[in-house]
């Protein structure tokens, strides 16, 4: 091995200057020798400082200045040290370092070769690997593919083993690639690649990547890869896609109104004008998320016509779509409709997904309650009179006491047992029905024994009974009567399913701060199926919250109108025309809640412009001679729409007392009612001052 001179020459250095580098502080301190190796040693820290200071080849250039920093660090050290034994070896050292690293030689020219490499002997280059090309017989179209794919370079370092053509289209295919190098894995081919070597778009629809399974007589795994062209395909999945396709792309996308939803199936019924869309969410999914004014749009149809409605079973999802909306349709009422089914069911009206919307007359736990809320105009009347049917046709003795009469419940009042207007008849009504709890809680059955109600059981003495209490609260606001009203139907509500009877009440709300109290809503509410018809917008998530619905149950505010607005109103505009009346038509509209989620519905009409009859039994159901002789002989039977009789609300005045002076609503009821009415309770200014009279006995 030949060494440049630069080297031989610096180790020749090195090697004469060790000894002395160790003698000279040792003999004679202070020589010129000492002085010339500390300037040297200075000389070497002024550069290592401006090398760290340059920022440039900073390492480099502090070991080429190494070499005489140290030499003047051994100088020092050997001049402060007795013996020359360890200066000797300290200069050996140096020597050492400068004869096998030589800095100063290695570093001085930044491309200079290494000194103690050695120099290889140039090689010949190995032989180019020939790509494995597939052999045997291939047919003219892959043989065609293998062509252009060739031509563009063999993308991804890969080739065609074979392609196929797919049936009925003139572009797609799919082609089979391989490694062009047994054993590598495919990597770096891209969309773009393979989409120039067949002159289409890379789009994700176009270009698809798959894996290849192994097979019998085929390898498989990350050498092998499948490409399907599909631009035909593409092209016709756009302008005319399937139903699985649509779904897909439209509402099961990323960022769709279902997005991760899978489409099941399609079904058309032309008879009801509505067309069902069934998807499903995959495990994997979870919950599913729906953006109806999405799915409206995709849909072409308008978020405000009301006629894309959803319902969720689980995983599984059903869109209705409507042709019309079925909240602006009219369901007439029927008599089969109304009749109660074996299970005390019958059809109040039709959900959005157009299945039956069913109410009940009885509950396992017996008799059923019932609480229908609305506006004025909301048809809370109309539903009432639907229930007043559906119980005089399972046999039920009725009952309707409202706050003020009108045309409809003076019809209903043909055909059932007693009605009757104002807070007087309410009361009377009220009273009646608790003195009727004590005289059916002693009525023997045929076995002789005393049984709470159920509609399967054989052998009960009396039928069962409902009162409907229209516009309850505001009877319950009377100022002479309306806190014994509030009481005798808590009351009622709490005993009343025990002996087969229900209480009914409408209104126009269900809060307690509106007088309800929250004994009597929470009874109302676990016996009954609550409806609730055309609430204000921002009245609905307080009033689902009283009906104790669930934060994430809560639905949406209906829309002030289901009909479809007109087109021309641009044209309406520039001729200065007025815009087209918009009917409502959501009277009967709201939502039923008999699960833990309310679903809409459009109730059915009973048209009291014709005879309403036909709805309802030929035989009025009414008490037994056993009921109405107890409750004569409580007085508590008689004409309730009478003026109020002597004693019946508490102690005449005397004769010592002004007769102009107002009646006292205090005192103990006729009848001998076992409830003690609330009604020593001051709601009136009135009240207040007969109280005030009591006390000082005026």
């Not at 180790?11 to 020798?33: E, F, K, M």
């Not at 393979?194 to 795994?221: E, H, K, L, M, Y």
């Not at 009377?428 to 045929?446: D, N, Q, T, V, Y």
């Amino acid at each position: 091995m030949s060494l440049p001179r630069s080297v031989v020459l610096e180790r020749i250095a090195y090697t004469l200057a060790a000894p002395v580098l160790a003698a000279a502080p040792n003999i004679a301190p202070g020589s010129p020798v000492n002085t010339v190796v500390t300037l040297a040693g200075a000389a070497g820290v002024a550069g290592s400082v401006l090398a760290y200071k340059s920022g440039e080849d900073t390492g480099r250039k502090i070991v080429r200045w190494s070499p005489l920093t140290l030499a003047a660090a051994i100088d020092v050290a050997a001049q402060h040290t007795p013996g020359i034994g360890w200066d000797l070896l300290a200069a050996a050292a140096w020597a050492a370092a400068g004869w096998f690293v030589l800095p100063f030689t290695r570093s001085v020219r930044r491309h200079h070769r290494p000194a103690l490499g050695y120099i290889p002997a140039p090689q010949p280059a190995p032989a180019q690997l020939q790509p494995a090309m597939p052999s045997g017989h291939t047919d003219a179209f892959t043989q065609g593919v293998q062509l252009l794919w060739e031509r563009a370079g063999m993308p991804g370092r890969t080739y065609v083993v074979k392609a196929d053509p797919h049936p009925g289209t003139r572009n797609d295919l799919t082609v089979l690639l391989r490694a062009s190098e047994p054993g590598r894995p495919i990597a770096g081919l891209s969309e773009a690649a393979v989409a120039a070597a067949f002159g289409v778009n890379p789009d994700p629809d176009i270009i698809a990547f798959s894996p290849v399974v192994q097979q019998p007589g085929r390898q498989g795994g990350p050498g092998w890869l499948q490409v399907d062209v599909t631009p035909d395909a593409a092209l016709r999945r756009r302008r005319n896609p399937t139903d699985h396709e649509w779904w897909a792309d439209t509402v099961g996308a990323d960022g769709g109104a279902i997005p991760g939803s899978v489409f099941v199936r399609k079904i058309r019924n032309n008879d009801r004008k509505v067309t069902y869309w069934t998807a499903h969410m995959p495990d994997s999914m979870g919950e599913p998320r729906i953006n109806l004014p999405a799915l409206c749009k995709a849909l072409d149809a308008s978020y405000e016509d009301g006629r894309v409605f959803v319902t969720l079973d689980g995983p599984d999802i059903l869109v209705s779509v409507w042709d019309t909306s079925p909240l602006a349709k009219v369901y007439p009422a029927t008599r089969e409709l109304l009749t109660p089914d074996s299970e005390g069911r019958w059809v109040v009206g039709y959900l959005t997904n157009g299945q039956p919307a069913r109410n009940r007359v009885y509950t396992d736990r017996g008799a059923a309650h019932g609480l229908y809320v609305a506006p004025s105009g909301g048809g809370k009347t109309q539903l009432m009179a639907l229930a007043v049917a559906a119980d005089a046709l399972f046999g039920s003795v009725v009952w309707l006491a409202t706050e003020t009469g009108d045309e409809k419940t003076a019809a209903l009042g043909k055909h059932i047992d007693r009605q009757g207007a104002g807070a007087l008849y309410m009361i009377r009504s009220l009273r009646a029905l608790l003195a009727l709890l004590e005289i059916r809680a002693e009525m023997p059955w045929a076995d002789g024994e005393v049984h709470d109600w159920s509609p399967s059981a054989e052998g009960c003495p009396y039928k069962p009974l409902s009162q409907y209490l229209d516009e309850f609260l505001s009877a319950a606001r009377h100022g002479d009567y309306g806190v014994e009203i509030m009481d005798l139907a808590e009351q009622i509500s709490v005993k009343g399913r025990k002996y087969a009877i229900g209480i009914k009440v409408a209104g126009q709300s269900i809060y307690v701060q509106d007088g309800f109290t929250q004994l009597l809503n929470e009874n109302l509410r676990e016996n009954s199926i609550p409806v609730v018809l055309k609430v204000a917008p921002k009245k609905v998530g307080e009033m689902f919250k009283t009906l104790a619905v669930a934060p994430e149950d809560i639905p949406d505010p209906l829309p002030r109108s289901f009909s479809k607005a007109e087109a021309g109103r641009i044209d309406r505009i520039v001729k200065g025309e007025p815009e087209p009346a918009v009917d409502s038509n959501t009277g009967g509209v709201g939502w039923i809640v008999e699960s833990r989620k309310p679903e809409v519905l459009r109730t059915l009409f009973m048209d009291f412009s014709k005879d309403i009859g036909e709805l309802f039994p030929d035989e009025i159901a009414q008490l037994t001679d056993h009921e109405i002789r107890e409750l004569e002989a409580r007085d508590l039977w008689f004409d309730w729409t009478e003026p109020p009789r002597p004693g019946e609300f508490g102690p005449e005045p005397g004769d010592d007392e002004d007769d102009d002076a107002p009646k006292k609503s205090g005192g103990k009821r006729r009848g001998g009612g076992t409830s003690a009415a609330r009604r020593d309770t001051v709601t009136s200014a009135r009240q207040a001052l007969e109280a005030i009279k009591n006390f000082s006995n005026v």
